[in-house]
């Protein structure tokens, strides 16, 4: 975790749940992680799982990279909020990724390691949990042993519809990919 001049701090991607300290994990009822590090499913569905601790994985590769806070307040002009995710979605989508870099890099950086830093960023806080890698895959894929993520231009809208067991036990998501075959056609090269 990263304080707010990005010093790094001791921390725990599952401590960015919402726990009902009585029943556990599995059980949330209230907040008790920064806001923009929380996968906005669990705090719609109350349910914490191993694809949320990605998409914090996520939020924080992208913080890096990008020099940003994950939510913040626009100024009094643009009022609203900030959200890097959607922030850095939108310039992957406009061919333009390498606007999200922080500038004070002044662009001395490797930009094919920067593109796959901000790519499996993206694909880790997908809205889509069952679309989300793996932290193995997302590991191979940063250490430049995996293939760069196929991401869509645009972010998709998040539904949180519970996965569907198929006939051989395996979890499907709601467009009937199995969680085994996301995986593979998620990161196939571009």
Known sequence: MLDESFNTKLGDFG???LIDH???VQTMTHPSGTPGYIDPECVITGKASAESDVYSFGVVLLEVV???RPMSLLDDQNNGLFRLVEWVWGLYGQGA???AADKRLNNDYDVVEM???????LWCAHPDRCQRPSIRAAMMVLQ?????????AKMPVATYAPPVASSEGQLSSSTGM???SLTQTAITPR
Do not use: F, K, T, Y
């Not at 593109?115 to 960023?121: D, K, L, P, S, W």
């Not at 430049?144 to 869509?152: A, E, Q, T, V």
């Open 15 to 17: 401590l960015a749940r």
């Open 66 to 68: 990008c020099a940003r």
């Open 178 to 180: 199995s969680s085994s």
């Open 97 to 99: 990724i390498h606007n």
């Open 115 to 121: 593109e796959r830093v901000i790519a499996v960023g």
């Open 22 to 24: 009585a029943d556990g």
């Open 144 to 152: 430049s042993s995996g293939p760069m993520p196929m991401l869509p």
